[in-house]
């Protein structure tokens, strides 16, 4: 109980006897006679009745908030009265000015020792009793507070007022200067060391002695440049340990002079200088390059410390760019990291503990990543250890990284010091995000651009069969029809098909590829991907659901002769003439668009163009027309893929029956679009699309599959993934489309039944 009163006596005492006769605190530097006038002390402390005013006032005050609060723990004892003790001492500091480390000392020691010194001479229970408990503490602090103001007065006073001192400090040497600043550096640590609890009243006595004695910090560092032995600079070290300076100093001497006991201190160092969470940057710079050096030769427990202090400083700055730190310290920190968490591989000891749990290896990786980004290379460095300390956990398929740091290291300039880092840190974390185990069934996109691995190359005029079974799924005989007897899209695309459009009717169910199959012709007879070709207005869809009225036909083929107007179709014809053209579901649009389209489908094919009054060519267009028509009569046939009717035999019979359908009035209750004979005149070739069966499905998911690892393959977002599949994955596909189908038609069976 008394240490701490006895650490605040001491203290003073010590000041006051450390002053010489000029009034300056014995540090090795004495001022000129000029600057520092010979004064009395006690005549200046008697005489001064402004400052006996403030010790007396305050005593009061303090005595009053004691008493007041005498009955409620640890508040007026421990917090309110040695404030305002303390705040008293820095008054009187500040009055005289001529002492203001001294100043310092003791209102912290008043702070910390105040409430020690009460329990020592009065016990704190009495304070519970009312009335009496206040008088008794109200009293003690009383005295108590006239006592630290007394001494504070006489250690402090001088016989010049602050204004005149002020004066004197413009000439204030370079030197002096310096002293006070160190002496004010040490005595920080002093009182942080004391508040965190690691010293002792003895060790902080020695401290105050060493802070207010007449050697100098030049005798210090002499004292290590004396040192025989690396005991002797241990000793050092441990004894001045608050002493920045001769610490840097002694541990470099060690490290020089001793290189076979260099890391007898690492222990020591880092549990007491790095690892406290009090620990100033300015300490922990001091110390690192020591604690970088010597790290193999730690304990376990330190080396963990050590880690753990280093990432809880990134994770709280974010990597430095919050709280102000140096850029040094971060790379410092960063270093230290690297080296502690890298030690058990560097070491070849695998039955070691990580020394960072996998919460912080995680934490720490992300405010690594956000130094990496402001700068510092060492984080390139740590983050590459992170990673293989994340790794010894074994948590399959769990990892901090993702393709955004991917993307991030991509774009970014490396920084300096890790021009040769980050390649490899890019090649860790794909390496992370990978697969290492893969199923040995596993599936991936053809390895070559062959039949069946992709879309076709544009413009090909090789194989145009297998080229366009490349992409379409399940109708293998519509497509021998398009591409090799009679070949109309062959002939097409070898300039031997003029003088009338191409028009095609592709009918059949619903989502049996129809609209892919007019994309992909437009792309074979243009010689452009369809997303160009749509943009350029070469191919277009027209949606016939949307010209289901007589008047619509005029915003389609544009007004009457004689009307000022504009259509549709002549201004894509006299913009593109070879344009490819899409009327989609056709039978929905309005009965007269059959009879308008004869002289746009005939020989000489061409349209009115209301704007110019003139006949526009429709002669090198190509026209692919969708329906659902005879889509009743193409489900009920027992094709089943193309390899049960390979020489299409069965298909050419399902052809025959689909015309024969087509020239009635109505086809399931519905109008026939087609019903005229001089309409289905200006057909090129019918082709019914099959339903497809379970092999087409499985077939076209896997070239959805293989298109998808395309783009994963060829974008710049996705670059760094590629795409493989298990086998199961097609049925689950299978699955899912087929219930989607059986879904959609209920829902049109539901409709109808309405």
């Not at 723990?73 to 001294?102: E, N, R």
């Not at 007491?272 to 376990?300: G, I, N, Q």
């Not at 993702?402 to 090649?427: F, I, K, N, Q, Y």
């Not at 056709?586 to 006949?615: M, N, Q």
Request: proline share 5%; glycine share 8%.
């Amino acid at each position: 109980m008394l240490r701490g009163w006895l650490l605040l006596i001491a203290t003073c005492i010590l000041v006051t006897a450390t002053l010489d006769p000029s009034g300056a605190i014995a540090t090795g530097h004495s001022p000129s006679p000029s600057k520092q006038p010979a004064r009395n002390c006690v005549q200046t402390d008697a005489s001064d009745s402004r400052i006996q005013g403030i010790i007396h006032a305050t005593a009061v005050l303090a005595a009053l908030a004691d008493g007041g609060l005498a009955q409620i723990p640890g508040v007026g004892s421990a917090v309110v009265v040695p404030t305002i003790q303390a705040g008293m001492v820095g008054f009187i500091g500040k009055h005289y000015g001529c002492h203001m480390d001294a100043s310092t000392a003791i209102a912290v020691l008043t702070w910390l020792g105040s409430d020690r010194a009460k329990q020592a001479l009065f016990k704190e229970f009495v304070g519970y009793i009312p009335i009496a408990g206040n008088l008794f503490k109200a009293g003690l602090t009383w005295s108590m507070t006239e006592g630290i103001g007394k001494i504070a007065s006489t250690t402090l006073s001088c016989p010049q007022s602050s204004e005149a001192l002020l004066k004197d400090a413009l000439n204030q040497s370079d030197t002096e200067v310096v002293q006070q600043d160190v002496t004010a550096a040490n005595l920080y640590h002093l009182v942080s060391d004391y508040l965190e609890g690691g010293i002792t009243a003895e060790v902080g006595w020695s401290r105050v002695k060493s802070l207010f004695s007449s050697r100098s910090q030049a005798d210090y560092l002499a004292e290590v440049d004396q040192a025989e032995s690396p005991s002797a600079l241990e000793d050092i070290v441990m004894k001045y340990v608050w002493n920045l300076r001769v610490l840097e100093h002694a541990l470099s001497t060690l490290t020089e002079r001793f290189p076979e006991r260099a890391c007898i201190l690492v222990d020591f160092v880092g549990e007491r200088v790095w690892a406290p969470a009090s620990a100033t940057p300015e300490a922990r710079s001091a110390v690192s390059h020591y604690l970088f050096t010597c790290l193999p030769d730690a304990l376990p427990e330190t080396r963990s410390s050590l880690a753990a202090a280093s990432a809880k400083l990134l994770v709280d700055t974010r990597g430095g760019s919050n709280g102000g730190l140096s850029s040094n310290v971060v790379r410092q920190t960063l270093e230290l990291v690297d080296r502690a968490v890298s030690y058990k591989e560097h070491s070849g000891d695998r039955s070691r503990e990580p020394v960072l749990s996998i919460f912080d290896i995680r934490a720490t990786f992300m405010a690594s990543m956000n130094a990496l980004e402001s700068g510092h290379g060492a984080a390139c460095f740590a983050m590459r250890s992170l990673l293989r300390a994340e790794e010894e956990y074994g948590l399959d398929g769990s990892t901090v990284v993702s393709v955004r740091h991917l993307e991030t290291l991509g774009s970014m300039m490396a920084p300096l010091g890790a021009e040769l880092c980050l390649p490899s840190l890019r090649t860790d974390i794909t390496a992370r995000l990978s697969l290492t185990n893969l199923p040995t069934n596993i599936e991936g996109p053809p390895s070559s651009e062959e039949p069946g691995s992709g879309t076709p190359s544009l413009g090909a005029r090789g194989n145009l069969q297998d080229i366009l079974q490349a992409s379409i799924a399940g109708q293998h005989c519509a497509i021998r029809r398009l591409a090799k007897s009679p070949g109309y899209v062959r002939l097409k695309m070898g300039g031997m098909w003029t003088d009338k459009p191409l028009v095609l009717l592709l009918t059949g169910v619903s989502g049996s590829g129809k609209t892919q199959t007019a994309m992909l012709l437009a792309e074979l007879l243009l010689g452009k991907p369809i997303a160009q070709l749509q943009g350029m207005g070469r191919f277009r869809k027209f949606s016939m659901e949307s010209f289901s009225t007589l008047e619509d036909q005029k915003s389609f083929f544009g007004p009457p002769k004689g009307i000022v107007g504009v259509g549709d179709l002549p201004e894509l014809l006299k913009k593109w003439p070879d344009a490819v053209i899409l009327l989609d579901e056709i039978e929905k649009a309005h009965h007269s668009f059959a009879r308008a389209l004869l002289t746009v489908f005939g020989e000489h094919g061409s349209v009115y163009d209301p704007k110019t009054g003139k006949a526009i060519s429709s002669a090198q267009a190509t026209f692919i027309l969708t329906s659902n028509l005879a889509k009743e009569l193409i489900s009920e046939q027992t094709l089943q893929s193309s390899r049960s009717d390979s020489d299409c035999t069965a298909y050419e019979a399902l052809r025959h029956d689909v015309h024969k359908a087509l020239g009635k009035p109505f086809i399931a209750g519905r109008e026939n679009f087609f019903k005229e004979s001089e309409m289905r005149g200006r057909i090129t070739d019918v082709l019914p699309f099959l339903p497809f069966s379970s092999e087409a499905v499985e077939t076209a998911v896997r070239r959805f599959l293989s298109a998808e690892a395309k783009v994963f393959k060829t974008s710049s977002q996705w670059s760094y993934v590629s795409l493989s599949w298990e086998p199961q994955v097609v049925p689950f596909f299978l699955l899912l489309s087929t219930a989607t189908l059986r879904k959609k038609a209920s829902a049109a069976c539901t409709n109808m039944c309405k």
